[in-house]
């Protein structure tokens, strides 16, 4: 079974710089895609970036970027130019390319705090 | 804006109680999900269906029971709350995660058994 381990519980930042979220899974499959997801307090979850596993290029979205390093099963989320709003949840997400068997497997997420 | 809704946003209910949690998509999704999930905690997958007349459980045990008689649907009952069943429900929709596809998320149910 695949496995996702979010090895940060809490994380700080100051506005404006930059922090980078951890991620190791584990999987025996070469074809799956990975997700971030943020829970912002109170609101809904939603995608911050995804990156297919055959994609050497690291995936960036804006102020987020990740480093994916197939090798050692890392996918590490960098935010840049942290804001308040950047404030929530962050859950590292695994989806294997099963076909119709896929489905996602979450971390236990990490709570990043931006402070002023 | 995700079309996944949730109803109640919150509910107060006695032991013993049989309470079922709504959950609709209007994206057309086949695989729905119903995570269980303590505040500001890890996400527990407790159901999940593939489509129509499909469910199967998921990786935490619950004593929750799901159907999935229409694609747009995937209510979640209890037939018998507890206090231990106090939590955050969340439901979710998607297309096929294992090719990149986005999973949407519902704004959740606050259960609150006393």
């Known amino acids: 079974a695949q496995t996702v381990t979010q090895s940060q519980p809490e994380m700080s930042v100051q506005e404006a710089e930059t922090v980078t979220l951890s991620c190791t899974y584990d999987?025996?499959?070469?074809?799956?895609?990975l997700f971030w997801y943020k829970q912002p307090p109170s609101r809904q979850m939603i995608l911050v970036i995804r990156q297919e596993a055959y994609k050497q290029q690291n995936a960036t979205e804006n102020r987020f970027s990740v480093n994916f390093q197939k090798a050692a099963k890392s996918f590490s989320l960098k935010i840049s130019d942290s804001q308040l709003g950047d404030a929530a949840m962050y859950f590292c997400?695994?989806?294997?390319?099963?076909?119709?068997?896929?489905?996602?497997?979450f971390g236990t997420g990490t709570r990043l705090q931006v402070t002023l | 804006e995700a079309d996944i809704y949730q109803t109640p946003r919150y509910l107060v209910i006695g032991t013993g109680k049989k309470i079922t949690l709504e959950c609709s998509q209007t994206m057309g999704h086949d695989k729905m999900y119903w995570y269980q999930q303590d505040p500001g905690m890890e996400l527990h997958l407790i159901h999940y269906s593939y489509g129509v007349n499909s469910t199967e459980k998921g990786d935490l045990s619950s004593e929750s029971t799901v159907s999935r008689i229409r694609t747009e649907h995937f209510p979640l009952t209890l037939e018998s709350a507890r206090p231990s069943h106090t939590s955050q429900y969340l439901c979710?929709?998607?297309?096929?995660?294992?090719?990149?596809?986005?999973?949407?998320f519902g704004q959740g149910t606050r259960l609150t058994v006393v």
């Open positions: 999987t025996s499959e070469s074809d799956y895609y």
């Open positions: 997400a695994y989806a294997g390319n099963t076909g119709t068997a896929s489905k996602l497997t």
């Open positions: 979710a929709s998607s297309e096929q995660p294992g090719v990149g596809s986005e999973a949407f």
